[in-house]
């Protein structure tokens, strides 16, 4: 079999303390999975169950790029967000398993443009140009669960030109990793190489051009992401 048209690159991550790098399918988010980032956009963490969407693999960004501000939107926020890569697949994963499907751990930024979004919600329309536009999302490397463990706690962070703008702790998620998997299985089979953006902590804000984001998770380092001139 021959291709019509050069096949695209495979979207992947680096590891840390290796050569390998992990291959993405797909990414998944969960949005508003903090109490107090779901109050600050408007709605009830108590009422309402998970709900997500989707980014492209190839809107990945590695740690340390220049990101340029993206076309379309006046008002591009920054989210600071645990990132879970899935190691073994399946459908109807049950709790008490979930997290034997991990592989591991990164940090992540979903970039959202605000004002897209906004319109959207207003009119009941899809959120998919307000999150899943290029370079929307920059991940840091991937840190294997067999080093680092389960993570359920720990302080995540982020700053904007060494100003803290987000800082929480990632036992404030309302819905846990696991719970996570287990009801994101439910709607979709998971599969390797699926990363899950697991929501971000109160504190989101604008960036603009020239501005230097970094995000901090205990026990996972730090990625840093560079806001360029806006794409043409």
């Not at 492209?56 to 993206?70: C, H, K, M, R, S």
């Not at 499907?101 to 959120?127: E, S």
């Not at 490397?141 to 990632?170: F, K, M, W």
Request: charged share 20%; with cysteine.
């Amino acid at each position: 079999m021959t291709w019509a048209i050069p096949c695209p690159a495979q979207p992947s991550l680096p590891i840390t303390g290796s050569d390998d790098r992990f291959p993405v399918r797909r990414i998944y988010c969960v949005g508003q999975n903090y109490a107090a980032h779901a109050r600050e956009m408007g709605s009830n963490p108590d009422q309402e169950p998970p709900f997500f969407f989707s980014k492209p693999a190839d809107a990945l960004v590695p740690d340390g790029a220049t990101v340029p501000y993206p076309p379309g939107t006046e008002n591009l926020h920054h989210e600071a967000e645990l990132v879970v890569a899935i190691g073994s697949g399946g459908a109807n994963i049950p709790r008490d398993t979930a997290l034997h499907h991990v592989w591991g751990y990164a940090v992540g930024n979903d970039l959202t443009r605000r004002d897209i979004q906004a319109a959207a919600k207003k009119i009941g329309r899809p959120w998919d140009m307000a999150k899943g536009f290029d370079h929307s999302a920059p991940c840091g490397p991937l840190h294997p669960v067999a080093t680092t463990g389960h993570i359920n706690s720990g302080a995540i962070r982020l700053t904007v030109n060494g100003e803290t703008r987000q800082s929480s702790d990632l036992s404030d998620l309302i819905w846990p990793i696991a719970d996570v998997i287990a009801y994101l299985s439910s709607l979709v089979t998971l599969a390797q190489g699926d990363l899950i953006f697991t929501g971000t902590p109160e504190g989101v804000g604008p960036l603009v051009s020239g501005d230097v984001c970094v995000v901090k998770i205990e026990g996972l380092g730090r990625l840093t992401t560079r806001i360029g001139e806006k794409a043409g």
